[in-house]
């Protein structure tokens, strides 16, 4: 079995939504803001390919939405999902299996792609993931998620017929990875645990966005439950210290992965590397 690191470009987002009550003195000596408070966030999806099968775990923005919609999130750099695919040797037919950890729209974007008036799956051989609570919270989305869960992102997905769920309360249908369920960003959020060369390579989707987000209060104005995430992090840190994860940023502009250790004031960083490094 072998890791890819699929970089699909990257965005910017208000730093005081990104880092919710912290204060801005504080988020800034990891991921400073530029003139217009924004930060600098990568889309860093992954693959697994394994055999004959080809996992990929989120997809980013994408490349469908109007030049409206994406101007209000300064999307640049040269990476996209096509051509990190291509560097390494595959081709969107390629995928069997499109893991969604969950519906916003910079992790989901990709799934669809638009051929004139149609909106069509990407990834045409293969079935995309999801669970059925999370699929009921984003077609069914509350006012303060509603911006994040884009109709034609998702619906198109289920009119495919490629649509399959994760049984809840059952093992995970991946023999490469166990699944950690986390709702305080979003509802039923997954987060692939990837065993990997002895080690445990955990995606860590929003539960974790970047580096600069393990201190536990470091929690984002855009979780829907934030003491919730507390409650979440804190378990998730707690074991990953314990274990020497290795916490797979899909967000952070500059570190890809990392481990962490337990301090006199918590779970705390402790090294940074590549994926290409373990």
Known sequence: MKLHVINTGFFKLDGGAMFGVVPKKLWTR??????????????????????NQLILIDNGIGDKQDEKFLS???LFGEDSLNTSLKQKGFATADITDMFLSHLHFDHCGGSIR??????????????YWSNKDHWT??????????????????????????LKFVED??????????????????????IPKISYKNRTVCFMADLLPTSGHIPLP????YDTRPLLTLEEKELFL???????????????????CCTVKKT???????????????
């Open 30 to 51: 990891t991921n400073p803001a530029d003139e217009n408070n924004l930060i600098d966030l990568a889309m860093r999806c992954l693959l697994i390919e394994d055999g």
């Open 72 to 74: 209000h999130y300064y």
């Open 114 to 127: 638009r051929v004139g008036e149609k909106l069509i799956p990407t990834f045409e051989n293969a079935s």
């Open 137 to 162: 919270w984003a077609t069914q989305p509350n006012a303060r998620e509603k911006a994040s869960f884009l109709t034609e992102n998702i619906l198109p997905l289920q009119e495919s017929g490629q």
């Open 169 to 190: 309360g059952k093992k995970s249908p991946f023999r490469q990875f166990e699944i950690f369920y986390a709702s305080g960003h979003t509802d039923k959020m997954m």
């Open 218 to 221: 470091y929690v984002m104005g």
């Open 238 to 256: 707690d074991e990953a210290a314990a274990n020497s994860y290795v916490l797979f940023f899909e967000h952070d502009p500059v570190h890809e």
């Open 264 to 278: 006199e004031k918590g779970v705390r960083l402790d090294q940074t590397f590549k994926l290409e490094d373990l």
